[in-house]
């Protein structure tokens, strides 16, 4: 059977050792970091800010909880965001007249310039390869994580809530 040339040109697998996955997981967070740093200099926005106006783009009329739930922050955190981004005329807040409690978030004209012209992805690289996984891929790597994590001491489970600090 003939070989395919993406066959041909794969390097073989060099033995996992942990340093060697150690660099696999500094070149993921480091890329990302890259990435953050270029979206905010080429839009003038936080990585997570884009992120938000992204899902606001999707899904018009969320609210700060709903957004932070589709970004795995707490809300305390996206409402801080939503500060910001209402603050620089990206976002705006709306209330439904039936509820006065019920704030919704909407992009302005400018926050939708600004997103048409920012960098993609604009959740970031590593969260759209994470979406790129097959979905029993995604499961194994949360499971070995998962494995991971339990053989770290002292483990903040909060810390799965926060933006990764150079996306802030």
Not at 77 to 86: I, K
Not at 90 to 102: C, F, G, P, W, Y
Request: aromatic share 4%; net charge neutral.
């Amino acid at each position: 059977m003939a070989e395919t040339q993406q066959q041909k040109t794969k390097k073989p697998a060099s033995p996992a050792t942990p340093l060697s996955v150690l660099q696999r997981f500094r070149v993921l967070i480091r890329t990302a970091q890259r990435h953050s740093q270029w979206i905010e200099r080429q839009s003038g926005v936080t990585g997570a800010q884009l992120w938000v106006l992204q899902e606001l783009v999707e899904v018009p009329g969320l609210r700060v909880g709903e957004l932070a739930n589709r970004m795995a922050l707490h809300q305390s955190t996206a409402s801080n965001m939503v500060d910001r981004l209402e603050t620089s005329g990206l976002i705006r807040k709306e209330r439904t007249s039936a509820d006065q409690r019920v704030v919704r978030l909407y992009l302005t004209e400018e926050g939708m310039a600004l997103l048409g012209r920012a960098p993609s992805p604009a959740r970031g690289v590593l969260v759209e390869g994470l979406r790129l996984l097959d979905p029993d891929e995604l499961k194994c790597l949360q499971g070995e994580l998962d494995r991971l994590l339990l053989q770290i001491r002292d483990l903040d489970e909060g810390f799965g809530m926060q933006p990764l600090p150079f996306t802030e």
